[in-house]
């Protein structure tokens, strides 16, 4: 039995994170798969109950656990509290506490939904690319850091360093995910100008040499930028570091113009993964059921096929959500002006996806 821990926080989290509990549990039963759930607070939902927004024994679940759920922290109850304390130190904590090092985000297309993106429909339909981002260290964590006074006037200070081990690391992650996607592999870098780059052009080169059948290229991260708006589609798999990542990651993302779409994964050494949906918590539309699921379903895709080693059962579901916006169903977020098909709530959206799965040969 594996078992998920699920994290619906505050907002629109505990009506997302439903649904893709209901989706995980639909395809589970078609593949044999034996998942066992178990929920626990994080965020204001925790501060309320607990006093704190990540309780110790909620971390111990999770780190007894195959893979981790979540849906949203934050809201504007909690605004006005100290940071040490605020929902958001529950997420943080979460992550560092499992060494989740490495996040991955996928920005791809539905080909019913191209229409949302500010780019035109042909430079968008079909993109289907990975930002894999380092998430525990580069210049936002690096020593020494702070602001100064040096020689009469204020000098802020970040640090940018890595490791050897932990560029290997990242490196590695990227190329498995290639080995199973387009196998290509782009670095992105700014070693013309950085030492730290340099070393992870070294690095990433030796670790190329252990997958033969994916394709390596370096690309630097000003004319990245560019070419991810100008031709996204040359994109498989792209590995960065923490502060290029933060960036390139977003830019990535609103290329495809949904952001109830975007699914993303957090993975660590420990083999605990964290899975969530890009947005946060909506609490302009929490409780009324509008919320759009399918970032949170496609969360659940990415644990089928990173936590459970189920990648036929993950193609299933994003099959299904593929069919389910193909018919002209969508949630509010989702409705453009030349729409002609229905508008669903969460929970509509879940089943519709649900019975997509069920009917699926
Ligand atoms: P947000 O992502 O919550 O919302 C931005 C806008 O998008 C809102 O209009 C919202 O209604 C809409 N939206 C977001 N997700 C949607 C969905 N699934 N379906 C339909 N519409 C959706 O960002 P925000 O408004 O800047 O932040 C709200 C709260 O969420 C804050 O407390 C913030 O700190 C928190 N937050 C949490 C996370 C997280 O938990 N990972 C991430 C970002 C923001």
Redesign the pocket.
């Known amino acids: 039995m594996d078992r998920i821990i699920v994290l619906p926080?505050d907002?629109?989290g505990p009506e997302?994170t439903r649904e893709a509990r209901r989706v995980l549990e639909a395809v589970a039963a078609r593949h044999g798969l034996k998942l066992g759930f178990e929920e626990a607070l994080i965020g204001g939902a925790s501060i309320e109950a607990t006093g704190t927004p990540l309780a110790d024994d909620v971390v111990a679940l999770c780190r007894e656990s195959r893979a981790v759920l979540l849906g949203?922290?934050?809201?504007p109850q909690w605004d006005e509290m100290p940071v040490e304390t605020r929902p958001?130190k529950g997420?943080l904590r979460i992550r560092k506490d499992l060494g989740l090092f490495a996040n991955l985000r996928p920005a791809s297309v539905f080909s019913a939904l191209v229409g949302a993106s500010s780019l035109r429909p042909e430079v968008v339909d079909g993109i289907d690319l990975l930002v894999v981002r380092e998430l525990t260290g580069g210049l936002y964590f690096g020593e020494p850091r702070g602001i100064a006074l040096v020689e009469g006037e204020r000098e802020g200070r970040n640090t940018m360093v890595y490791t050897e081990h932990e560029i290997a690391r990242i490196a590695r992650v990227a190329f498995e995910s290639a080995a199973r996607r387009r196998r290509h592999v782009t670095h992105v870098h700014k070693a013309n100008v950085l030492e730290v780059s340099q070393l992870w052009m070294q690095v990433v080169e030796e670790v190329a040499r252990d997958y033969a059948d994916v394709e390596l290229s370096h690309q630097l991260v000003d004319s990245c930028a560019m070419l991810l708006v100008r031709e996204p589609k040359r994109f498989d798999v792209m590995v960065t570091s923490n502060l290029f990542g933060d960036i390139l990651s977003d830019e990535a993302a609103m290329i495809t113009g949904s952001?109830?779409m975007l699914p993303s994964a957090s993975l660590g050494e420990g083999g605990i993964g964290l899975y969530?949906?890009v947005?946060?918590?909506?609490?302009?539309?929490a409780g009324q059921d509008?919320?759009?699921p399918l970032?949170a379903i496609l969360s659940a895709a990415m644990l089928l096929e990173h936590s459970l080693d189920a990648a036929p059962a993950a193609t299933e579901v994003r099959e299904a959500v593929s069919r389910v916006l193909a018919a002209g169903h969508r949630?509010?977020?989702l409705v453009l002006d030349d729409h002609e098909g229905d508008t669903l709530g969460c929970r509509a959206m879940g089943d519709l996806v649900i019975e997509q799965l069920e009917s699926a040969p």
């Open positions: 926080g907002g629109i997302v949203a922290v934050g809201g958001e997420l952001l109830g969530e949906p947005h946060g918590s909506a609490p302009d539309i509008l919320a759009n970032a949630t509010g977020d």
